[in-house]
């Protein structure tokens, strides 16, 4: 991988080993992108380099060295890269928003990994035809916050892109107020998008939507040719078929450990089910469904209880795209019937691994009563919002130390009903908890519950922390987080503060869409 020159790029040598370029999308053509540069940003230093995900993808230590930061703050261009903008559309708070596109993401091309391609995009690098009159920058605040919440959705084990690094610049960009500018570097299998289809289908461009399709299918979801025998061939049903269930899957994941999103639009729905564009995210402190994570939602609809119905309803805006591919308007319903029953299966097991039922401890002929117990809790956590993380990470720790059976007048269940005023109704429930599970299969089902139910999330005040010191140039507490986050079931001792409960000043905090 090397750099060339540009009338406003640097022209810095790099051994042109270093990556393996290929570009299957720009096969598609000129209708699905714009070729561009990306736009210098002044001064780049480095923020945060992700040593893990660079070794996991088998890359070389020169990625990170002080050339590519050139490269990787948009100053320079690797040789062999295509940089580029797609264009999408999409459904914005439930209302058409025509053309939108890659108004600040710039998309460098696929590079070889022992992952397989992976594509790499930098965020905040400049404006772009899609750019709907933005300055195209990211703001050092929303870019840590996206450098760590990926990472730390990645750590749960819960689909997402992934951040391979952060670069600052003292560049001054005006948001509410007037802040520093970022790049992150994030990587995707793919970063194709329900709007890339709907964009297609709202110009009645049938050519360039099989198009699109037929490269997903080829390219990123060729399990879709298998299933296509459950559709009487219709691959095209089938590839809705597979969407709408891993974005179930990812639903129920997002809903078992307490994550907003904030802006699940159409157009930030993944085709592969991936957690993507962190802007207005929140992990629950207090629980309660009807949280609103996202200051400019002034309406509730991507509150965390409706998150579930919202992923259907943007389903159904992509199967509306798909509509002249499946050619079959039955089959195209029955298909989105699968996530009616898909997603409450894979919210239920979620939740049952959260209280040890796994393996032979998930019968399934308890389905329907464990189901019970977790609606109950939910109400009882809803009712005086219960800090979501804590609650279930000390219920955890009382299993585990139960290995005789259990006993709630040990002092093991104190930090469990510490937790909640309405002490008669919770001892009522840990009593019906208790009572599902033979006594001999309570450390297993404890030691499952420390794996299911994390420690460490990214709590608002704790990314508040890392902007702060960092925007006075101390970068030092996001490398601390990422610690944490990359794995969040560990006790990591020594760091119990940044498990505690929020501190008053937390609940002060707005996250809006500005980044």
Known sequence: MSLKPSPTHANVPIDPTVLEWTHRLTQLGPRFFTHLQPTPVAAPRWAARNQDLRDALG???????????????????????????????????????????????????????????QEIQLKGAGRTPYSRGGDGRAVLRSSIREYLCSEAMHGLGIPTTRALSLVASPEPVRRETLETAAVVARVAPSFLRFGHFEHFAAQGDADSLRLLADHALTHHLPECRERAALWQGNVYAALLDVVQERTGQLLAQWQAVGFCHGVMNTDNMSLL???????????????????????????????????????????????????????????????LEGYKTGFPRALGDAMRAKLGWVGALAIESEREADWSLVEDLMQLMAAEKVDYTLFWRQLSHAVVQQSHGPNLSDTGWCAVTDLVLDRPRLLAWLQRFTNRSDPSHFAAMGQQMLKSNPKFVLRNHLAEVAIRKAQTGDFSEIETLYTLLKSPFEDHPGFEAYANLPPDWASQLEISCSS
Do not use: K
């Not at 230590?61 to 559309?89: C, I, K, R, W």
């Not at 999409?90 to 992952?115: K, N, P, T």
């Open 59 to 117: 890359w070389p230590t020169e990625v990170f060295d002080d050339v590519h930061l050139q490269a990787l703050a948009g100053n320079a261009l690797m040789v062999g890269s295509q940089p580029l903008a797609t264009v999408y559309s999409g459904h914005q708070f439930g209302q058409w928003a025509g053309q939108l596109g890659d108004g600040r993401a710039i998309w460098l091309g696929e590079a070889a990994s022992l992952q397989g391609p």
């Open 273 to 335: 089910g991936l957690t993507i564009d962190y802007g207005p995210f929140q992990f629950m402190d207090g629980f309660d469904p009807g949280h609103i994570c996202n200051h400019s939602d002034h309406e509730g609809r991507y509150a965390y209880g409706r998150q579930p119905q919202v992923a259907y309803w943007n389903l159904y805006a992509l199967a509306q795209a798909l509509a002249p591919l499946i050619d079959d308007q039955d089959m195209t319903l029955q298909v």
